[in-house]
């Protein structure tokens, strides 16, 4: 029976866990590195370490998984990415697919394969092991991660709740996820560091970047309060290069305002997660512009994708090269590569005062939790395209004319009259016309990569019909550029 300090597991599980005296000894007596010492050391180097996803439902298939991108790609940090089921704690119904059709399932049940199984893939590769899920109640998930040896977890109350779930009330997410944080605190009091993510990604459909950090912010304040000592903070790249590395940026020195100096912070971006590509060929140079704007923003880690996106789970052909495609972009090779700082900067401006805008006003209540959820019951907080009732939706958002995502409605967010004019200023749309192709211009945002696929396919059967000998893509027979495009 489990004795971890904290944690309100179902008992079946924690009949299953070794005791927490014997949890503690095998994740000190670790030859590994630890997850918060790969990222110290990445933000030291200045170059950002590479992570895939991965997950499969089979042990043994997981095992060759994880050894395959391990011997071929060296990724700084592996994955084990969680199945549904499990995320829903639906242990029973994990247990009867993995005996029926172990591939049937969309990652690693990890509770039904239990701990012992976990330390077996913990202690097979050399790179630390981070658990990915989405779980609006980690706990059952959380105390099994521990005792199998992994001290890097995914995921706060908001970030794994909203986008996830339809119906999860935000005070019963919170208050979970809340017995995982504070369990973190008791093992940093016992020199046990546990790297906490948080999820800025979202419902990664643009999601405006100050909504991202301003969740992201308001967990790492819960975390840090109940003692957590180690925060990644994960923003979801948008597409807009300066507006994204103005986010990065962003992330410490928001930090150093909001939460306590005790907690390190290390930014993280997660590579594109909208539409992608299904041209290998334009998907790995998105891959590719990622990998850069990680290293280009100050990220201690870059989430990577794959040229098999646009198909669903990649296999691990695909993995490697999206791994090896990312890390040359951290290289020097691309060190001449240099944005325009003063428009970095005046994004950077304006990101933080819309952060401030959305976070303060919940800050300065005396019951966090309560007020995070008041905040989006009210519409103060708010994400756009939510799959769950607890959040309005009542956000618009809009890519301008050079790609950044902007307010086109703010909903019920308090934003200063300032803040609201810029944002018009950036769109600068026509809203009457607008209003009668507001789904599409929405899905043709959406499609933002999309563009730089058809320009391409365009191009290619331009060249292909005018045959040898004669003008190239700009040439006669080229197609017209169309908007919204890579710049």
């Known amino acids: ?54 997950g499969v439902g089979g042990h043994g298939e997981m095992r060759t998984l994880l050894t395959t991108l391990e011997q071929r790609a060296r990724p700084g940090i592996l994955t084990i990415t969680i199945d549904s089921f499990t995320r829903l704690k639906q242990f029973r119904t994990a247990a009867q697919a993995l005996q029926r059709d172990p591939a049937g399932l969309n990652g690693y049940p990890l509770v039904t394969h239990g701990w012992r199984r976990g330390r077996e893939l913990n202690e097979l590769v050399d790179a630390p092991i981070e658990v990915r899920h989405g ?8 105390a099994v991660s521990l005792a199998s040896g992994f001290t890097s977890f995914e995921g706060g109350g908001i970030d794994y709740n909203l986008p996830y779930s339809k119906d999860v009330p935000l005070a019963r997410s919170l208050a ?66 300066h507006q994204d590395i103005a986010a990065l940026r962003s992330i410490p020195v928001l930090a150093r305002r909001y939460l306590p100096e005790t907690v390190e912070i290390f930014p993280v971006l997660h590579e594109f997660m909208g539409v992608f590509p299904a041209d290998p060929d334009v998907a790995d140079a998105l891959i590719l512009y990622g990998g850069l704007t990680a290293r280009l923003g100050g990220a201690a880690k870059v989430i990577n994708k794959t040229n098999q996106e646009s198909r669903g789970i990649p296999d691990a052909d695909a993995n490697v090269s999206g791994i090896r495609t990312t890390a040359l972009a951290c290289t020097d090779l691309l060190d001449f590569v240099r944005v325009d700082e003063a428009t970095v900067e005046e994004e950077t401006y304006w990101l933080q005062r819309e952060v401030a805008e959305l976070v303060e006003p919940v800050l300065a209540a005396s019951d966090l939790p309560a007020a995070i959820a008041d905040a989006f019951a009210g519409g103060r907080l708010d994400i756009p395209f939510s799959a769950s009732v607890h959040a309005r939706s009542e956000v618009i958002p809009k890519r301008d004319a050079t790609g950044a995502i902007r307010y086109l409605s703010a909903g019920r967010l308090p934003f200063s009259r300032p803040t609201l ?13 607008l209003s009668r192709r507001l789904v599409d211009e929405i ?45």
């Open 1 to 54: 029976m489990s004795d971890l300090p904290e944690l309100d597991i179902e008992p079946r599980v924690a009949a299953m866990l070794p005791p927490w005296t014997e949890i503690m000894q095998y994740i000190r007596k670790s030859p590994k590195r630890a997850p918060v010492e790969v990222l110290r050391a990445a933000a030291a180097r200045g170059r950002p370490v590479v992570q895939p996803r991965c």
């Open 135 to 142: 779980s609006p109640d980690p706990r059952e998930l959380f």
């Open 176 to 241: 979970a996820w809340a017995q995982v944080d504070r369990l973190c605190g008791v093992l940093a009091e016992a020199g046990v560091v546990v790297d906490r993510e948080l999820f800025g990604t979202l419902t990664a459909v643009l999601v405006p970047p100050s909504v991202s950090l301003a969740v992201c912010l308001l967990e790492a304040r819960a975390a840090s309060l109940a003692g957590v000592r180690c925060l990644s903070v994960a923003y979801p790249q948008g597409g807009e290069v």
């Open 421 to 433: 004019r810029r944002n018009e200023q950036c769109l600068r749309v026509d809203r009457a016309s």
């Open 443 to 487: 899905r043709s945002d959406i499609d933002f990569f999309l563009h730089a696929e058809r320009r391409l396919r365009a191009d290619r059967a331009a060249v292909e019909t005018a045959g040898p000998g004669t003008a190239g893509p700009a040439g006669p027979g080229a197609a017209a550029p169309s908007p919204g495009g890579i710049r």
